[in-house]
């Protein structure tokens, strides 16, 4: 394997350094395959009836195909309700939260004043603090402003900004010269107006896929809601998806827990796959630069 | 807090330099307010609540108590071994760095299609943690689960029992939480890779380097920044595991061989034991930070940077 270190593949490859690109891509796409491997079988058994997962034989091909499970969750009145409450979170909290999070950022970034540095480090020690530390008073903080029967103990600390958002920009903008922002006074510019027409449409890129991220955290987040939100009313979508499993598990209907979980997983793949170049180069910049 | 902002200040601000001043501050408002008001304050709310035997109920200052949470956690079996459990897993952190620097160099070479692979390695980091937390509980099945119906097809033998014994559901954990992150490492490692310059191998190469030396001596080296970062989030992340427990063991598991500290402190939390919990809370939260400064103390001995 250590042979393999060095990627150098410039100009024409010899006989052997080809024979090794086959050997590796065999040995990566083994594991690639392992990888998704627990997925597929998601999707197949999602389509499988009952009495065949529990047959104890193995099989990848839905014998009879089924996709009767669908339509049930896609009707079922929570898996619906669990949707509509994920994006009524998802929606206030990424346009506020969006637009607070990118003004700190140009603010932190371009604009001169006392306190910055502090204020600065104490947003960013806070990724440090576990969840489990603040758990305990936001949920007596929600209870007695009476917010749990409701999606606001979700949504309003959102509102406020997000620290990886505006850490994320903060970088991202450190790369625009200070001129624009000289030049710019020199103009008369307000110092608002700098930052939606001159900043904002500059990191527009960067700021939607931190906004694509966030959706993601949002959507596939299971802790705050579960927590935070006493009204089944109000329950988001992962925590619909847990009761589901707990519920079918009883009389194993494992084809419907995994249709729904499927169903749970969509919409971020399909995000994954269309912005995946953008969310993995901002993954990759946050973990070598971060 | 720094009082920074309102301090009389040394020399006088022009007048444009505090129109500046207070745009600068007024448009970094919102996350300062947002940190106050739900991190600041809660920390020093759970601290406060930690050192009193509060229920939820009445005031929370008449059950003041001292220090007596924090005794009683040193003396708490149940404490000690869920904090064992929480280590235990953090197994799955070097077995995802080696899989994934290996991986990753495997992926560093000109190749066609292994976009698509690394795609593919990605796929579960991305995806909901409860969703896969369900599927892998039934991946881990005992009597239907893929693995052990495989097992089944190819050696004719009934598989191990991975959630329902105290041993192997611990090997589950870590299969899963690996099999979960690996995408991360990979990427991580990946782009660290990218910015190896490669004249470094071809001086090394003229010396006569090859091979493990290679690697020893320059990649590993040379990828250590994203060891360590993956190292810290790892921990940060590892001494929090939870909700993976949850959905696949809701109860701990049997004899709670699978709680870790967050389960612990949720069930007390969910018993109504604020103090208790919030003490729990409080020592994971300086156990994470004295681990950070070690590792930050420990970093010039072995992280390299490329200039």
Known sequence: MAKNTDGMDSGVKSKKEKRMDIVIFIVLTIGAVAMVFPLVYMVCASFMTKGQILSGHFSLIPNPLKTGTYKEVLFDSNFLKGVRNTMLVEIPVLI????????????????????????????????????????????????RWGLTDSLLPLILPGLFGNVGMIFFLRQNLSSIPYEFVEAAKIDGCGYFRMY????????????????????????????APTIFVANDEWHTLQVVIRQFNSQYAVNSNYPLIMTASVMALIPTLLLFFFFQRYIIESMAISGVKG | MSKKGYNPPKKK?????????CYGLAFVAPPFIGFLVFMAFPIVFAFVASLTTWNGMNNMMDH???????????????????????????IGIPIGMFLGI??????????????????????????SLVAVAILWAFVFNYDN???????????????PNWLGNEAWVKVSMIIFMTWKGLGTSIILYLSGLQSIPR??????????????????????????????????????????????????????????????????????????????ASAMAFLLAIIIFIITAINFKGQDKWVKTID
């Open chain 1, 96 to 143: 506020v939260g969006g637009f607070t999070s990118s003004l700190a950022a140009f603010s932190f970034s371009k604009l001169k004043f006392r306190g910055k540095n502090g204020i600065f480090l104490g947003l960013l020690a806070t990724m440090m603090i576990p969840f489990a530390v603040i758990m305990i008073p936001q949920y007596v903080m929600f209870t």
């Open chain 1, 196 to 223: 939606y027409a001159i900043f904002f449409p500059l990191m527009k890129g960067a700021v939607m896929t931190q906004i694509i991220l966030w959706f993601m955290g949002i959507w596939n987040d299971y802790l």
């Open chain 2, 13 to 21: 601000m022009s007048k444009a330099a505090f129109r500046e001043h």
């Open chain 2, 145 to 159: 689960g893929l693995i052990n119906v495989i097992i089944k097809a190819l050696t004719g033998k009934q598989g």
């Open chain 2, 102 to 127: 290996f991986i990753a160099m495997g992926m560093n070479r000109k190749i066609k299609g292994i976009k698509v692979l690394r795609t593919m390695y990605y796929v579960p980091v991305i995806s």
């Open chain 2, 199 to 276: 004249d470094y191998y071809e001086a090394a190469r003229i010396d006569g380097a090859s091979g493990w030396k290679l690697f020893k001596n320059i990649t590993w080296p040379l990828v250590s920044p994203v060891t360590f970062y993956l190292l810290i989030t790892g921990m940060i992340g590892g001494f929090q595991v939870f909700v993976e427990v949850l959905v696949m063991l809701p109860t701990g598991g049997k004899n709670y061989s699978a709680a870790t500290v967050v389960f612990y402190l949720y069930d007390k939390f969910a018993a109504n034991k604020y103090g208790y």
């Open chain 2, 64 to 90: 003041f108590c001292g220090l007596e949470n924090y005794i009683k956690l040193f003396t708490d079996e149940k404490f000690w071994k869920v904090l064992g459990h929480t280590i235990i897993y953090m």
